[in-house]
């Protein structure tokens, strides 16, 4: 499996931004797809995961920090899963990682490049 991330930029306060994670390779593997941040001299954390990308109920989970002003969503026909930033704060400034987990627990973690995000004004 192949992520391929984009969509990172400078935004104002309060702007938005949409990232994308196009997968590619072995999709049918794929369980659940997300994105990950890490900000400077901070570990990595969860901000949203969606079950399936190919089909099923594709439920979400976020973190509490981002619930209410990020969305994530999917496009099957594309293997594509979106981020849609609005609202942002400048503690949203991090790169963003998407990632992919597959159906087989032995299967290692996928993980795109990041793509840097900035929130300032």
């Known amino acids: 499996v192949q992520l391929q991330a984009s969509g990172g930029g400078l935004v104002q306060p309060g702007g938005s931004l949409r990232l994308s994670c196009a997968a590619s390779?072995?999709?049918?593997?794929?369980?659940?797809m997300g994105w990950y941040r890490q900000a400077p001299g901070k570990q990595r954390e969860l901000v949203a995961v969606i079950t399936a990308l190919i089909s099923g109920s594709g439920r979400t989970n976020y973190a509490d920090s981002v619930k209410g002003r990020f969305t994530i969503s999917r496009d099957s026909s594309k293997n594509t899963v979106y981020l849609q930033m609005s609202s942002l704060k400048p503690e949203d400034t991090a790169v963003y990682y998407c990632h992919a987990g597959s159906v087989w627990p032995d299967d290692p973690d996928y993980w795109g490049q990041g793509t840097l995000v900035t929130v300032s004004s």
């Open positions: 390779g072995n999709i049918f593997k794929i369980n659940t």
